[in-house]
C-alpha cells in the first residue's frame, strides 16, 4: 500500500497533470497554502484528502504531509512533476522489496518542451519514496529525508518542469535565497562575509564549467548566473537577519 502527497499553491496550471500520473496509489495527501485558484477543486476531483496550512517553509509543509499519510510506502511529488507511465510500474515495483527503505528517483527537468541537459540539472537524482517512519531534516529549502538505512535507485524519472519562462528561474531565485537564509542567520559574521564573496563565485564556475552547464547555450549560462545570485542573496539576507536581531 502506498500514500503520495504533493504540496501546492496556486497550481492549477500542472496539478491535474500529476495527479493523473499518480493513479495507482492508495491515497493522494494535498497540502495546500491557502490557494486562490481552482487547485482545491482539483484536488478533490481525485478524492484527495485536502489540509491546508500556512507556508512557512518546504520541510516543514512536507514533514506535516508525511505524518497525514497512512501507508508503509510514501511518494512526493511536486505540482510541477509528473510520473511516466514507466516509472510509475517500477515504483510499484519496488516497494515490494523489502531489503531497501528508501529509492533515489532520477529527474529530467525541463524548460518550456526543452530539457535542461546540464549546470544544475545534470544527473539531477532525489529521493522520492520512502517508508513511512522517515522524516525530512528540517531545513528551509532543498530539503532532505534523513534515518534511511538502505536506499535503492529507481532507472526511470519523474519529469519536472519547473520554467515557462525566464521570469520563472528568477522568481525562483529569490523565494529559495530567502528561505535559505534562515537556516544560515545562526552562522558567524566573519564566515558570512567570506560565503558570501567566494560562495556564489564557486557556484556559478561548479555550475557553468565544471557541470558543462555552457552546453546549454544562454539557458545554461542564465540558469547559473541565477543559481550563483541564489547563494548571494542568501548569505546577504542572513547577514541582515543577524544585524536586525
Keep these: 500500500m502506498i500514500s503520495a502527497f504533493v504540496i501546492t499553491y496556486n497550481s492549477e496550471r500542472y496539478l491535474r497533470r500529476c495527479l493523473n500520473s499518480i493513479s495507482f496509489v492508495d491515497e493522494i495527501i494535498i497540502v495546500d497554502s491557502n490557494s486562490t485558484d481552482s487547485t482545491l477543486s482539483i484536488a478533490k476531483e481525485f478524492g484527495a484528502k485536502v489540509f491546508t496550512r500556512d507556508f512557512h517553509n518546504f520541510s516543514e509543509k512536507k514533514e506535516f504531509a508525511r505524518t497525514q499519510c497512512s501507508h508503509e510506502w510514501i511518494l512526493n511529488l ?15 515495483k519496488a516497494i515490494s522489496n523489502d531489503k531497501c527503505d528508501s529509492y533515489l528517483i532520477p529527474f529530467k527537468t525541463f524548460f518550456k518542451d526543452r530539457q535542461i541537459g546540464f549546470g544544475r540539472h545534470k544527473n539531477e537524482i532525489h529521493l522520492r519514496l520512502f517508508r513511512r517512519e522517515l522524516s525530512y531534516n528540517g531545513v528551509s529549502v532543498h530539503e532532505k529525508i534523513v534515518g534511511g538505512r538502505n536506499t535503492g535507485k529507481l532507472k526511470n524519472p519523474i519529469i519536472h518542469t519547473p520554467y515557462e519562462d525566464f521570469n520563472d528561474i528568477r522568481e525562483r531565485t529569490y523565494r529559495n535565497s530567502k528561505l ?15 560565503f558570501t564573496i567566494f560562495n556564489p563565485l ?21 540558469l547559473a548566473y541565477q543559481s550563483s545570485k541564489e547563494v548571494f542573496l542568501k548569505y546577504l539576507v542572513a547577514i541582515k537577519m543577524k544585524y536586525s536581531g
Design 78 to 92: 511536486d505540482a510541477d512533476e509528473y510520473l511516466l507511465e514507466e516509472t510509475a510500474n517500477e515504483i510499484q
Design 180 to 194: 535559505a537564509a534562515r537556516d544560515k542567520a545562526e552562522v558567524n559574521i566573519l564566515l558570512l562575509l567570506v
Design 202 to 222: 564557486f557556484r556559478f564556475i561548479k555550475e557553468y564549467i565544471f557541470y558543462l552547464g555552457f552546453l546549454d547555450g544562454i539557458l545554461g549560462l542564465y
